[in-house]
């Protein structure tokens, strides 16, 4: 017998996040096409209108071009009280030089947003965080959200149960947008859910009051990404914002001497006013991120969204929320709530992502190798330099890492892009120049030699501790 909903079915949504809101949002939606009357209710026991940790939910808070673009078709549009700033640029800084990347289409697609009512130590409420907007829209929709915690779940009669304080409440559909924490991924698991938890790994987020003059003086509206020589760093950002700089280090298993050395780094240093040392905020954490996915995030009546299964590595976290939250809602509304629905139709969205993740993977490690040599290095920012000046020329190099850093495009179509013959030709040109320079300069060749064996020799050992080598 097929698992449908019908008119009075009841959604149980647990967690108020982007991947929860967005759920609910396109469900309601879904079902006014359909003439069908549901019921849902998100379970969200955090305030995003207040600051600190009772309305955190721990992010970077960016909102990539494409994404802007495809909630804005669903009529979903972030508000000017959302949007703290709209980033036109990025800067990206190595250990030795910079380079201004400005947008493709020079215009102010990316927003940079906080995620709740602001960090601990802020003087006033001037902004409004992105889940509380998204959370309202699905309230303005019919969602229904209730303000406690998860004790228990069960089956009752074929239905799972929630079991609150003192109460239980029994759905036709249970939801689960968690994220990656244990406990979620508990209830779940007394389901009788059958799937392999998904592979995490901690990063690392602070938020700086440096105050919107000096913001604007010293960083701009430009996202800056450092691509520096520290090991276990894959990617860090210093985002700015209103009156704050939000500083988001990734990689793998960010600990207390990773952090003192990006905060070290002269690259960094060099971006802040003399008077304003870097280090960390009053509010910091870190977090765990998905970096691999679960194996099967559903069973009958039971459906994981957002990074509680998969998310895009590294980048555009809430796109992924957005694309796994619409699959399923479109997959319960107008297919059924069976596991077999979900395998049909809601998986082949979910396999996108975990297999562009991949070719993520892929393109951190050559990024990782790039950074350990001092040749290929200069070629990314002479070929991305000369591209920023040169008006109407083909802006190859800018394109991948803008694409990169921001999450604006898949991992795929930026590898393959990679590959174009005239990428690579200008790409080896421009790092194969200055070689030949130094090689006429006093004693060049032996310290360029030496150079690149000790790159050859640090890539192999960074490949050995990922288990690729």
């Given at each position: 017998m097929p698992l449908a909903l019908e008119d009075g079915s009841r959604i149980g949504v647990i967690?108020?996040?982007?991947?929860?809101?967005?759920?609910?949002?396109?469900?309601?939606?879904?079902?006014?096409?359909?003439?069908?009357?549901?019921?849902?209710?998100?379970?969200?026991?955090?305030d995003f209108t207040k600051p600190g940790p009772a309305?955190?939910?721990?992010?970077?808070?960016?909102?990539?071009?494409?994404?802007?673009?495809?909630?804005?078709?669903?009529?979903?549009?972030?508000?000017?009280?959302?949007?703290?700033?709209?980033?036109?640029s990025y800067v990206l800084h190595t250990d030795r030089e910079s380079v201004r990347i400005d947008t493709p289409l020079m215009e102010k697609r990316i927003a940079a947003v906080h995620r709740g009512g602001g960090p601990r130590d802020i003087q006033a409420v001037k902004w409004g965080g992105l889940d509380g907007h998204l959370l309202t829209l699905a309230q303005q929709q019919g969602a229904k959200v209730i303000a406690e915690r998860i004790s228990d779940v069960a089956w009752d009669d074929g239905r799972p149960q929630l079991r609150l304080?003192?109460?239980?409440?029994?759905?036709?559909?249970?939801?689960?947008?968690?994220?990656?924490?244990?406990?979620?991924?508990?209830?779940?698991?007394?389901?009788?859910?059958?799937?392999?938890r998904p592979q995490t790994t901690k990063a690392y987020v602070t938020e700086l009051n440096l105050g919107s003059e000096l913001i604007a003086q010293h960083f701009g509206n430009s996202m800056h990404m450092f691509m520096l020589d520290i090991p276990r760093l894959d990617c860090a950002a210093i985002i700015?914002?209103?009156?704050?700089?939000?500083?988001?280090?990734?990689?793998?298993?960010?600990?207390?001497?990773?952090?003192?050395?990006?905060?070290?780094?002269?690259?960094?240093?060099?971006?802040?006013?003399?008077?304003?040392?870097?280090?960390?905020?009053?509010?910091?954490?870190s977090p765990k991120i998905n970096v691999l996915e679960a194996t099967r995030p559903f069973a009958d009546r039971v459906v994981l969204v957002g990074d509680s299964g998969v998310t895009r590595l590294y980048k555009d976290g809430i796109g992924a929320a957005?694309?796994?939250?619409?699959?399923?809602?479109?997959?319960?509304?107008?297919?059924?709530?069976?596991?077999?629905?979900?395998?049909?139709?809601?998986?082949?969205i979910y396999r996108r992502i975990a297999r562009d993740n991949r070719f993520g993977r892929l393109i951190f490690t050559v990024v990782h190798g790039i950074k350990l040599f001092d040749?290929?290095?200069?070629?990314?920012?002479?070929?991305?330099?000369?591209?920023?000046?040169?008006?109407?020329?083909?802006?190859?190099?800018?394109?991948?890492?803008?694409?990169?850093?921001?999450?604006?495009?898949?991992?795929?179509?930026?590898?393959?892009?990679?590959?174009?013959?005239?990428?690579?030709?200008?790409?080896?040109?421009?790092?194969?120049?200055?070689?030949?320079?130094?090689?006429?300069?006093?004693?060049?060749?032996?310290?360029?030699?030496?150079?690149?064996w000790q790159g050859i020799w640090r890539w192999r050992s960074h490949l050995s501790s990922r288990g690729t080598g």
């Amino acid at each position: 017998m097929p698992l449908a909903l019908e008119d009075g079915s009841r959604i149980g949504v647990i967690g108020g996040g982007p991947a929860g809101s967005l759920f609910a949002y396109f469900a309601l939606t879904f079902a006014q096409r359909m003439d069908l009357d549901l019921r849902v209710d998100i379970y969200e026991p955090r305030d995003f209108t207040k600051p600190g940790p009772a309305g955190c939910n721990m992010c970077g808070g960016i909102v990539s071009e494409s994404l802007v673009q495809l909630l804005a078709l669903e009529g979903i549009d972030l508000p000017p009280t959302v949007v703290q700033r709209g980033i036109d640029s990025y800067v990206l800084h190595t250990d030795r030089e910079s380079v201004r990347i400005d947008t493709p289409l020079m215009e102010k697609r990316i927003a940079a947003v906080h995620r709740g009512g602001g960090p601990r130590d802020i003087q006033a409420v001037k902004w409004g965080g992105l889940d509380g907007h998204l959370l309202t829209l699905a309230q303005q929709q019919g969602a229904k959200v209730i303000a406690e915690r998860i004790s228990d779940v069960a089956w009752d009669d074929g239905r799972p149960q929630l079991r609150l304080a003192g109460s239980a409440q029994t759905y036709d559909l249970l939801v689960g947008a968690t994220g990656i924490n244990s406990s979620g991924w508990a209830l779940f698991e007394k389901l009788g859910l059958r799937s392999k938890r998904p592979q995490t790994t901690k990063a690392y987020v602070t938020e700086l009051n440096l105050g919107s003059e000096l913001i604007a003086q010293h960083f701009g509206n430009s996202m800056h990404m450092f691509m520096l020589d520290i090991p276990r760093l894959d990617c860090a950002a210093i985002i700015p914002k209103g009156d704050f700089l939000t500083v988001c280090l990734l990689g793998r298993d960010i600990d207390r001497d990773l952090i003192t050395a990006f905060f070290q780094s002269p690259a960094v240093k060099r971006c802040f006013p003399p008077d304003f040392p870097p280090g960390e905020g009053e509010c910091h954490c870190s977090p765990k991120i998905n970096v691999l996915e679960a194996t099967r995030p559903f069973a009958d009546r039971v459906v994981l969204v957002g990074d509680s299964g998969v998310t895009r590595l590294y980048k555009d976290g809430i796109g992924a929320a957005y694309r796994t939250a619409k699959a399923a809602a479109r997959t319960a509304v107008f297919s059924g709530v069976s596991a077999e629905d979900f395998d049909r139709h809601f998986m082949p969205i979910y396999r996108r992502i975990a297999r562009d993740n991949r070719f993520g993977r892929l393109i951190f490690t050559v990024v990782h190798g790039i950074k350990l040599f001092d040749l290929l290095l200069r070629g990314v920012l002479a070929m991305a330099a000369k591209e920023q000046r040169r008006h109407g020329a083909r802006r190859r190099m800018s394109i991948v890492l803008w694409d990169m850093f921001t999450g604006s495009a898949p991992y795929r179509e930026i590898f393959f892009r990679t590959l174009d013959p005239r990428f690579l030709g200008r790409f080896m040109r421009e790092s194969v120049l200055p070689a030949g320079a130094g090689k006429r300069g006093k004693g060049g060749t032996g310290h360029g030699k030496r150079r690149a064996w000790q790159g050859i020799w640090r890539w192999r050992s960074h490949l050995s501790s990922r288990g690729t080598g």
